[in-house]
């Protein structure tokens, strides 16, 4: 796997380490960062996005997008090591995942202003974290 790729032993999942439209970089003291800024994507766009990129990466299901929830963690949602960066407080901040649909609206997990299942205007602008089954 490369550096902007991380693996999950516990569900056999590979993850960008960044959101979409930020990337990963090295600090002057050594540590992975996300840089530059998430782009807002809808459901339809986010779904682009992942066929775009290619090689397998997707948007993730419900299920996937909890398995990396850190809850040890007063002050971020997923494991801020492993994902550096993360956008987390802006009102828009969204896990976009697809779970179900309607015609007018998606479901998303959301970070703020409490973690849980939200739903979100399928045009509205969530940040995306891609997933795949490992390419080995």
């Not at 032993?9 to 840089?35: K, N, P």
């Not at 290619?54 to 002050?75: M, Q």
């Not at 993360?86 to 697809?98: R, S």
Request: hydrophobic content about 35%.
């Amino acid at each position: 796997a490369t550096p902007d790729v991380v693996y999950d032993t516990r569900t056999g999942l590979e993850w960008r380490r960044c959101v979409e439209g930020m990337t990963l970089t090295t600090s002057t003291s050594g540590a992975l960062e996300c840089t530059g800024n998430p782009t807002p994507l809808g459901q339809e766009a986010a779904l682009a996005q992942a066929t775009k990129v290619g090689n397998g990466w997707r948007l993730p299901n419900v299920k996937e997008a909890f398995s990396i929830i850190d809850r040890n963690s007063a002050n971020s949602v997923v494991d801020a090591v492993v994902f550096p960066g993360t956008p987390i407080g802006a009102l828009n901040t969204f896990f976009a995942v697809h779970l179900q649909w309607t015609s007018s609206s998606s479901y998303v997990i959301r970070y703020v202003p409490d973690l849980g299942v939200a739903t979100t205007s399928r045009s509205g602008g969530g940040t995306v974290r891609l997933v795949r089954t490992p390419q080995f």
